[in-house]
C-alpha cells in the first residue's frame, strides 16, 4: 500500500485527527514514521527537516505524520504518496493561535526555538487579538491556497475539515476509516473512543483544547476585525466552502 502523509494548518484540529489518524494507520499495518514529532528537538524548521529528509521517505507502507508549515505542502515526494488533507475556517484558526500561542503552547526544547518561541510570546503578548488577526490573515491565505493546489491537483487526497470532525464525528471517522481502507473494528472503537469525544465543559485559556465549537472568531474579535479579515481570506474560504 502507498505511503500516506496528512496536510493542515496550524489550530485545525491537526493534533488529534493526527493522534486518530496514526492510530488508524497502524491497526490498517502502516509503519509509523511520525517526521513532524522529531522537529521540535531539533534546531532545523519543519520546512528544512522535511526537505532534509524526504530523501529517506519510504514510498511504500508508511504513514509520515501530519505536516502543518505551507512551505512543506509542496515537497517533491508529495505526488508519490497519498494525503489527507484537513481545514478549519482560518478566522477561527487565527483566534485559536492567538490564545495558544500568549497562554497555552508548549514551548520546543531546543534552545534556539525556545528562546524564538519565548520572544514571540512577549511580542504577542503586547498585541490586542484584533491587531493580532488582522497581521496575520494574509499568512492564513497563503496556507490555504497551499493546500487548496494540492486537493485539486493531487491524484489520491481526501479533504476533511474541522467542522465536521467536531460537529459530526461519526461522517469524518467514516471518511478516514475508507481512506485507509480500515473498517471500525470492535478493537479500533476501543482504541479510539476517548479520541472521538471533542465535548468540552467549558473555555479554558490555559489548555490546548480551549474550546472546540466552530464560529469562535464572531465571539472573540470585533466586527470590523472580521470585515478585514474577510477581505483578504474570501477567495480561499470560497473556495472550501466556508461563507464570508
Request: glycine share 2%.
Amino acid at each position: 500500500m502507498k505511503s500516506t502523509i496528512a496536510l493542515s494548518m496550524h489550530k485545525a484540529g491537526s493534533s488529534i485527527a493526527d493522534q486518530i489518524f496514526t492510530k488508524i494507520a497502524r491497526e490498517r499495518g502502516y509503519e509509523l514514521d511520525l517526521i513532524s514529532r522529531r522537529v521540535s528537538d531539533t534546531p532545523l524548521s519543519e520546512p528544512e527537516y522535511y526537505r532534509e529528509y524526504q530523501s529517506q521517505m519510504k514510498t511504500e507502507g508508511v504513514y509520515f505524520g501530519m505536516a502543518r508549515h505551507p512551505d512543506c505542502h509542496d515537497l517533491e515526494i508529495l505526488p508519490k504518496l497519498r494525503v489527507l488533507v484537513q481545514v478549519r475556517d482560518p478566522r477561527d484558526c487565527i483566534t485559536s493561535m492567538y490564545f495558544s500561542f500568549t497562554k497555552s503552547h508548549v514551548p520546543p526544547s531546543d534552545p534556539t526555538k525556545l528562546a524564538a518561541f519565548e520572544e514571540r510570546r512577549a511580542k504577542l503578548q503586547a498585541l490586542d487579538i484584533d491587531t493580532w488577526a488582522i497581521k496575520e490573515s494574509k499568512n492564513y491565505l497563503k496556507r490555504m491556497e497551499k493546500l487548496e493546489a494540492v486537493v485539486n491537483t493531487h491524484p489520491e487526497v481526501q479533504l476533511l475539515t474541522y467542522e465536521e470532525m467536531v460537529e459530526n464525528t461519526p461522517a469524518w471517522a467514516e471518511k478516514v476509516l475508507n481512506f485507509f481502507d480500515q473498517p471500525m473494528t470492535p478493537k479500533l472503537e476501543r482504541i479510539l473512543a476517548g479520541d472521538l469525544d471533542f465535548s468540552v465543559s467549558a473555555e479554558d485559556v490555559s489548555k490546548h483544547k480551549r474550546q472546540v465549537s466552530p464560529g469562535d472568531h464572531r465571539r472573540k474579535l470585533k466586527p470590523e476585525t472580521i470585515e478585514q479579515m474577510n477581505e483578504v481570506l474570501a477567495p480561499a474560504m470560497r473556495n472550501f466552502g466556508y461563507s464570508v
